[in-house]
């Protein structure tokens, strides 16, 4: 039995390989409330090379694990050390990641949370906790106050992000810890002003007594950075687990394989200390917006149109989407056509080379990112990534009908979902409704079409009361149905 990866095994790994820090000297600045594949190759890597560039030792990371205990189990027995493995044609370079010093299950552990959160030595929380996450309502970027967040208001454990949040930053004042920067990390318009608003909300409905005086101390004391992150971080396989223990020699449950491309756009609003990020990569600007919309609208739009149109094909991997000719030609066309035209690009970059990028990251066959993954939660995402977009080229006169396809095809598949057409079921968190309301239209694309623009959650008004849009989906449902994914994305590109 080949043995683990761990703290005592690790000396005996090239030099390579070995991580870029001493992982023991490390104390933890940093709390990490969703500690999943894309920090672990992402944030945990850059923050990792600014600690080796600096030589500072305050900056590991203490990740906490929201919903299942799956990741502490996995990550404790090997001293949360684990290996990413870069990969994009004959380009490999797989390396162990040193800088995530501890992990927290929340469930099990939750006042523990609270404590890192409200440690004087932490100085950054930052979060990937997806879109669905941040319990914001889509159209207003307030706090939706649903049946969670209703919980954690009456509870003094709390179980969601926000919550975590704001009993963490009650804990701070009242212990006098000095100030914080909350550092989101998710693909989510406005990130940093979405987390502020929704942590604001729920202090106001807490009973005045504990939070009097707390927004001020929050309006002095805590900063809420937005972010754009960028960088293919496909969960955990067994493929991975395989590779990373024929090249290291050590079993590594853990290990990532993850793409060469990284980016990280930070806006450069901080309350107190941060790794010295600008030293390894990390872009610092005084608004990201560009950024976010660029990322947003080219790369997960087109993301997703290939989760759902490869799901329809019973394609389980993007890359396998990507290989399919007609369908890769389709997003290549989407971002050029449709997406670009409703983004300023930020300043100096090449738009042109930006979208021929997208389509080949999607097509590295390593990466093996399941079409299922993406295609989850479609209801958080394709508000930003489709729906925003495609109202702007309606306003502006424009028919957008590839980014309509893309909508067609998520909604064919919620249709075939919804209905056991795949070996799992719909995931995504207004599932309940996309049933009832799939369910209802039984066969008839014109019903489910229409049930589905109905969801006030996901599509805005414009969108859902534009003739247009509910008469092209109908056709693209209908047809998706008649003549199959390829047959339509053929048509569509004339
Ligand atoms: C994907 C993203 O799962 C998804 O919805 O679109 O995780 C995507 O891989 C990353 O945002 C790329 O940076």
Redesign the pocket.
């Known amino acids: 039995m080949t043995e683990r990866l761990c703290l005592e095994t690790l000396p005996r790994l090239d030099t390579a390989h070995r991580p870029a820090v001493e992982p023991g000297a490390l104390s933890c600045g940093i709390v990490h409330l969703g500690i999943g594949a894309f920090h672990r190759a992402h944030q945990a890597v850059y923050t990792e090379a600014a600690a080796a560039a600096t030589g500072s030792s305050d900056w590991g990371i203490c990740g906490v694990s929201q919903r299942s205990p799956g990741v502490l189990n996995t990550l404790a027995p090997q001293d949360f050390l684990y290996s990413v493995l870069e990969r994009e044609k004959d380009e490999s370079r797989l390396r162990v990641v040193g800088s995530l010093r501890e992990v927290l299950f929340a469930g099990a552990d939750p006042d523990l949370v609270i404590a890192r959160l409200a440690a004087p030595t932490t100085r950054i929380v930052s979060l990937t906790v997806t879109e669905k996450g941040y319990h914001a309502d889509l159209a207003t970027g307030r706090l939706r106050v649903d049946e969670e967040v209703r919980a954690d208001l009456g509870a003094r454990v709390p179980r969601t992000a926000v919550g975590q949040l704001v009993r963490g930053l009650q804990r701070r004042r009242a212990e006098d810890a000095g100030p914080l920067t909350i550092i989101p990390c998710d ?1 989510v318009s406005a990130n940093g002003r979405t987390a502020e608003t929704v942590v604001r909300d729920f202090c106001r409905l807490l009973p005045e007594e504990s939070t009097d005086g707390l927004e001020e101390w929050i309006s002095e004391n805590v900063a809420f950075p937005s972010t754009m ?4 971080v496909p969960a955990t396989s067994e493929e991975a687990v395989h590779e990373v223990q024929r090249r290291l020699g050590l079993r590594d449950e853990a290990a990532l394989v993850t793409e060469t491309f990284t980016q990280w756009v930070v806006e450069d609003r901080f309350r107190g200390a941060r790794p010295a990020w600008e030293q390894v990569g990390v872009t610092f600007t005084h608004d990201v917006t560009p950024y976010e919309l660029m990322k947003l609208r080219l ?2 739009a087109s ?2 149109a290939l989760a759902y149109l490869g799901l329809l094909a019973q394609l389980p991997h993007i890359s396998d989407a990507v290989d399919v000719p007609e369908f890769a030609a389709y997003a290549d066309a989407l971002v050029r056509r449709e997406m670009a035209p409703t983004i300023d690009a930020p300043p100096g970059t090449d738009v042109d080379a930006f979208c021929a990028g997208v389509v080949r990251r999607f097509g590295n066959p390593w990466l093996r990112h399941r079409t299922r ?2 295609a989850m939660d479609g209801t958080q ?1 394709i508000p930003q990534r489709l729906l925003r977009p495609m109202a702007e080229s309606r306003a502006a006169g424009r028919e957008p009908v590839l980014a309509a396809l893309a909508v067609a095809a998520w909604m064919a598949y919620v249709g075939s979902a919804a209905s056991g057409g795949y070996e799992w079921s719909l995931e995504d968190p207004l599932a309940d409704e996309l049933i009832r309301v799939t369910g209802s239209a039984g066969s008839s694309a014109q019903r489910l079409v229409t049930g589905l623009l109905g969801m006030q959650r996901v599509f805005p008004d414009d969108v859902a009361q534009d003739e247009w849009f509910r008469a092209t989906l109908t056709d693209m449902v209908a047809d998706l149905g008649r003549f199959g994914p390829h047959a339509v994305v053929d048509a569509v590109l004339g």
Request: glycine letters at 0%; aromatic letters at 0%; proline letters at 0%.
């Open positions: 693909n992150v960028d960088r293919i790369v997960n993301n997703s993954q993406v995402k």
